[in-house]
């Protein structure tokens, strides 16, 4: 009888199963995940940072300027733009897309009005399919804004700047921030030794507040920022700082997640002399020297103080008009100090009969008043004694 050779038949049975899995075929590969759009606008194109769709370039709905209220309709998007380029709107409904560009009155805007930025151009005009690019003249920072039922649209220059009176220029310019250079995606914008007052301030760019979309309808987009340094709000209340120094502020933008702002103080200011500082009225709620109502075009009781050491006090005795409003600003213009109710602590028996009204002090209570301001410049703490005589 023949020996079975077991170590000869291990081994034909080890080179049978690896020719079979050699002849299987491999796992095939996994379908790559469907790529989710978004309804809604997007801006797109060789000019900006996305050439196809990217929910990072889509527009979001805004605040209507005019009552501060949301505006469904009204779309905007901060985008750095080439000009060696264009780029379009394009709507994404479903599997329909529909491209936007300009229509035939957009146009750069020569005559903005007083409100409107006056330190770069923007354009304005309607909007239409079409396959033809928006523009722009030179690479910056745009502020494109589009209302879906207007069917009106804006690119704007952005230059960003503050303003209010903390900074240099008080209320009545803008100073201008150091712009980082041309990034598609990135862009910064900042202030070094700045010396910042007490008071109350904003960012808003190319020295505009606002830019009308539609003055029969009364739309407009704001091109300013209040509210807080961090927590932004378009159009939001003034921005307050309560103590004064040396400070360094940057304001930093990234396409998809929006603005971030920071204000650092770096250094200390000597205390104020304000000896030669005229104060007075500046509002609609008491009468002008010819009788009429004052219309924030007059001012009233601008004088010296007097002078204590480091305490300045200015008085003020009138008839205060019921409802009306008024701010205490040093001067004849809005360049040097201003304080409003944000600003000041009311004190005395008849302080309730003045309230807060978006920064303005407001007379709750009519009558003939004798106001006391108290600037002590040691502290830089600011009261009002209000009296009613």
């Known amino acids: 009888?023949?020996?079975?050779?077991?170590?000869?038949?291990?081994?034909?049975f080890l080179a049978t199963i690896?020719?079979?899995?050699?002849?299987?075929?491999?796992d095939p590969e996994p379908e790559p995940e469907p790529v989710v759009i978004l309804d809604g606008y997007y801006v797109k194109g060789a000019a900006v940072a996305y050439a196809d769709f990217n929910e990072a370039a889509m527009m979001k709905s805004t605040v209507n300027e005019v009552g501060q209220v949301d505006r469904a309709s009204l779309l905007e998007l901060y985008i750095p733009v080439k000009a060696t380029d264009g780029f379009n709107i394009v709507k994404v409904a479903g599997s329909a897309n529909t491209t936007y560009g300009p229509s035939a009155d957009f146009a750069k805007v020569d005559n903005p009005t007083g409100d409107e930025p006056h330190d770069a151009d923007f354009y304005r005009g309607s909007i239409e399919e079409t396959s033809t690019t928006f523009t722009v003249p030179e690479d910056g920072f745009y502020h494109v804004v589009f209302d879906t039922e207007l069917n009106k649209v804006v690119v704007a220059r952005v230059h960003w700047g503050m303003i209010g009176a903390s900074t240099p220029g008080g209320w009545s310019g803008s100073t201008d921030m150091t712009e980082s250079a041309f990034d598609t995606k990135?862009?910064?914008?900042?202030?070094?030794?700045?010396?910042?007052?007490k008071g109350d301030w904003k960012f808003r760019y190319s020295a505009g507040w606002k830019i009308e979309i539609d003055t029969v309808a009364g739309v407009k987009v704001n091109t300013n920022f209040g509210g807080a340094i961090d927590a932004l709000v378009p159009g939001g209340g003034n921005i307050g700082n309560d103590a004064p120094g040396i400070y360094s502020c940057e304001l930093s933008y990234t396409l998809g997640s929006g603005y971030t702002a920071s204000l650092t103080k770096t250094g200390d200011i000597p205390a104020i002399n304000y000896s030669a500082y005229e104060m007075g009225l500046i509002g609609n709620a008491y009468f002008k020297a010819n009788g009429d109502t004052a219309a924030w075009d007059e001012n009233f009781g601008t004088s010296l103080p007097t002078v204590a050491g480091d305490v300045y006090e200015w008085t003020y005795t009138t008839d205060f008009i019921l409802d009306g409003a008024f701010k205490i600003r040093q001067g004849d213009d809005w360049a040097g100090k201003i304080i409003g109710y944000t600003e000041v602590t009311f004190e005395g028996s008849d302080a309730a009969d003045f309230a807060d009204d978006g920064g303005n002090i407001k007379v709750v209570v009519g009558g003939n008043y004798t106001l006391v301001l108290k600037i002590d410049a040691a502290t830089e703490m600011y009261t009002i004694t209000a009296t009613k005589n």
């Open 18 to 26: 690896v020719s079979m899995s050699a002849c299987e075929k491999d």
């Open 1 to 12: 009888m023949s020996k079975i050779n077991f170590r000869l038949l291990g081994m034909l």
């Open 186 to 197: 990135t862009m910064k914008w900042n202030i070094d030794n700045m010396e910042f007052q």
